[in-house]
T-cell receptor, first 112, second 114 residues
Framework: GESVGLHLPTLSVQEGDNSIINCAYS??????FIWYKQESGKGPQFIID?????DKRQGQRVTVLLNKTVKHLSLQIAATQPGDSAVYFC???????????FGTGTSLTVIP | DVKVTQSSRYLVKRTGEKVFLECVQD?????MFWYRQDPGLGLRLIYF???????EKGDIPEGYSVSREKKERFSLILESASTNQTSMYLC?????????????FGAGSRLTVL
C-alpha cells in the first residue's frame, strides 16, 4: 500500500492558538488529498480537500497547504477551540481509482 | 441528513464464530468500502465495491469476505473470527468517478474477539 505518514503522533495547543498538523505522502502521482477529523467514538468526518493543481485551499478556520515538490501536506487550524480536540488523518488518492490511503493520524489536544 | 449507518456499534464474539457487520448508506453512492482501524496503523482497506455484486480486495483481505446484494448495503463477513481481528471496523461510501469522491464514513463497529 501507499505510505502516508504524519510527522508527529500527538500535538497539544493552547486554546486560541493556531495548530499545524503535517503529513508526508510518498506517491508523486497522487492528485487528490483530504483531511479528516475523528472525534472519540465517531467515524472520520471530512474537513477539507485539495487537488494537486492547487497549493492552498481555505475553509472556515482551516487551511490546507500542499507542497508537491517535497510531497508534504499540512492542515492549519486557526484559533483552536476545545471542540477541535480529535485525531486528524490525511488521505491521498493515487489516481488509480476511488481508493484512498490514510496516514496513522495525529491526536490534537486543546488545552483550555 | 445523509449518512452511512453501521448497525452494530459494539460486538463481542468468540474465536471461531461467524461475524456479520452490516453497513447501509442512503446517498445512492456507487462505491462502498470496509476499513479496519488499529492504533498506530491508521485505516487499512479490507475490501471495496464499485457496484452491486462486485467486490475487490483491498490491502488486507485475508480472513474476510464481503457481500453487496443491493446498492445501499455492503456487508463484511468474518467466516471464523480470530483474536487478531479485534479492531474498529469502519464502513464508507462515495460517488463513482466524481470530481470530488469524498468518503463518507459510518460511526464504526468495535469488535472484540475473545
Amino acid at each position: 500500500g501507499e505510505s502516508v505518514g504524519l510527522h508527529l503522533p500527538t500535538l497539544s495547543v493552547q486554546e486560541g492558538d493556531n495548530s499545524i498538523i503535517n503529513c508526508a505522502y510518498s506517491n508523486s502521482a497522487s492528485d487528490y488529498f483530504i483531511w479528516y477529523k475523528q472525534e472519540s467514538g465517531k467515524g472520520p468526518q471530512f474537513i477539507i480537500d485539495i487537488r494537486s493543481n492547487m497549493d492552498k485551499r481555505q475553509g472556515q478556520r482551516v487551511t490546507v497547504l500542499l507542497n508537491k515538490t517535497v510531497k508534504h501536506l499540512s492542515l492549519q487550524i486557526a484559533a483552536t477551540q476545545p471542540g477541535d480536540s480529535a485525531v486528524y488523518f490525511c488521505a491521498e488518492n493515487p489516481n488509480t481509482g476511488n481508493q484512498f490511503y490514510f496516514g496513522t493520524g495525529t491526536s490534537l489536544t486543546v488545552i483550555p | 441528513d445523509v449518512k452511512v449507518t453501521q448497525s452494530s456499534r459494539y460486538l463481542v464474539k468468540r474465536t471461531g464464530e461467524k461475524v456479520f457487520l452490516e453497513c447501509v448508506q442512503d446517498m445512492d453512492h456507487e462505491n462502498m468500502f470496509w476499513y479496519r482501524q488499529d492504533p498506530g496503523l491508521g485505516l487499512r482497506l479490507i475490501y471495496f465495491s464499485y457496484d452491486v455484486k462486485m467486490k475487490e480486495k483491498g490491502d488486507i483481505p485475508e480472513g474476510y469476505s464481503v457481500s453487496r446484494e443491493k446498492k445501499e448495503r455492503f456487508s463484511l463477513i468474518l467466516e471464523s473470527a480470530s483474536t487478531n481481528q479485534t479492531s474498529m471496523y469502519l464502513c464508507a461510501s462515495s460517488r463513482h468517478n466524481s470530481g470530488a469522491n469524498v468518503l463518507t464514513f459510518g460511526a464504526g463497529s468495535r469488535l472484540t474477539v475473545l
